[in-house]
Every structure is written in C-alpha cells, then in structure tokens.
C-alpha cells in the first residue's frame, strides 16, 4: 500500500478491503508493549466489569500524501492526562454503536464531523487495564483535511501526522515514561511530530502499521 499513499482514490478502497479481513491483533499490537500481556479476550474473561470506549482513526489527503491525526489530552490529575490519543471517549447511554461512540466523541472533542459512510473498518479491540476500559478503533476517511475545532477542556493540542511515519524506523525509539510518583516504565514508542506516543495508542499504531505494510 506504500506506493498509494498519494492516491487517495485507490488507497482507501484497498484499506477498506484489508480491515474486512482477518486482522493482525495482538501479533502486531504487542510489538509496541511496555510490559508483557495476556490476550484481550482473557483481560475481558478476568474483568467482565470492563467499560467500553471507541476511538476514531481519522485519514485525510494533506500534501499530496495521507495524514492522520491524534490529540494530546490536557493535562489533569489521571490516569492518561497530557498524553497522546485519537479522538474517542467511554460509550453514553445514547450512544447505539461502538461506532456511534467513536463518531460522536470526535465531533465533541475536536469539531469533526464524520458519517457512518466515511467508516472504513475498524482494528482489533485493546485492553487498558489501568483504567479498565475496552477500546475498539475505527479507521475514517475523510475527502479534504479537517479544520480542527478542538475542545479545550478535553484537548491541549492536535497532532497532524503523514503515515509514511509510521513506517519509518527512524522515528520509532524506547524512553523512560513517567507514569506517576517514582514510577516509570521503559516503552517503545512513535515519535510524532517530535512527541512520544506510546501505551495503547501505539499498540493501535502498530497494528495499522503491520496492514499499512501488508503483513
């Protein structure tokens, strides 16, 4: 699929058809762990409280190639603040989908608004087990680059990105994370726009590398 990264008009119907297909999962996710991991169906059998979320994998032609986005959290006093995310949050009691989830939260957090057609697929699932939480990915795309409208409650920056990143060697790296008061853990990570992005964000990342690379 490299060489259709500037040919929006073939590259998104061949990722549609890669998603429809049996997906790399935890093989391509865990390449991006911090830490060893049971499967995600054993963490959902372990913890069937889990709350489910969905995040939304935005794709938009910018510079004559494919970009993505994430955000960057604000920083509060939790468990993921100030770190880097797609847009997406916990399902509401309105919500009819996981997809409706990923479509809502997006418009709320960064003004995007996107259509059930514009869903490409979505990626495996991915346990979070230090917020408990479910998350199921879709992949979008879009026609033209969006104009952000972020919400600044929930979102301190976004993060514009070409993919060809992600399949650059370069750009990916191990660092010293701090995940709270004398506590650290040595990730792997993407460097994105010269910022780390590591954790289950990356573990999503990977897996649409491994499709990006055709494994």
Not at 51 to 72: C, D, E, G, M, W
Not at 116 to 131: A, C, H, M, N, Q
Request: aromatic share 8%; with cysteine.
């Amino acid at each position: 699929m490299l060489d259709l990264l500037s040919s929006p008009n073939a590259f998104f119907p061949l990722l549609q058809q890669r998603l429809a297909n049996p997906l790399p999962a935890e093989i391509a996710q865990n390449k991006m762990t911090s830490r060893a991991r049971i499967s995600t169906q054993q963490y959902k059998l372990n913890n069937p409280n889990f709350k489910s979320s969905a995040v939304l994998i935005l794709l938009f032609p910018h510079n004559s190639t494919i970009y993505s986005a994430l955000i960057r959290r604000s920083a509060y006093d939790g468990k993921h603040g100030g770190q880097l995310s797609f847009p997406g949050g916990k399902v509401e009691p309105g919500d009819v989908s996981l997809e409706n989830t990923a479509i809502r939260e997006t418009g709320e957090e960064v003004g995007v608004r996107v259509n059930s057609t514009d869903i490409l697929g979505k990626l495996s699932p991915l346990y979070i087990p230090i917020s408990n939480f479910l998350v199921q990915p879709f992949i979008a795309s879009l026609p033209t680059s969006p104009v952000w409208v972020k919400d600044n409650h929930e979102v301190a920056e976004v993060i514009e990105f070409p993919l060809s990143n992600l399949l650059d060697e370069s750009l990916k790296d191990r660092r010293r994370i701090t995940i709270g008061p004398n506590r650290f853990v040595d990730a792997p990570c993407y460097m994105l726009n010269n910022q780390v992005c590591w954790g289950a964000t990356a573990m999503i990342l990977a897996e649409f590398e491994s499709l990006l690379r055709g494994n």
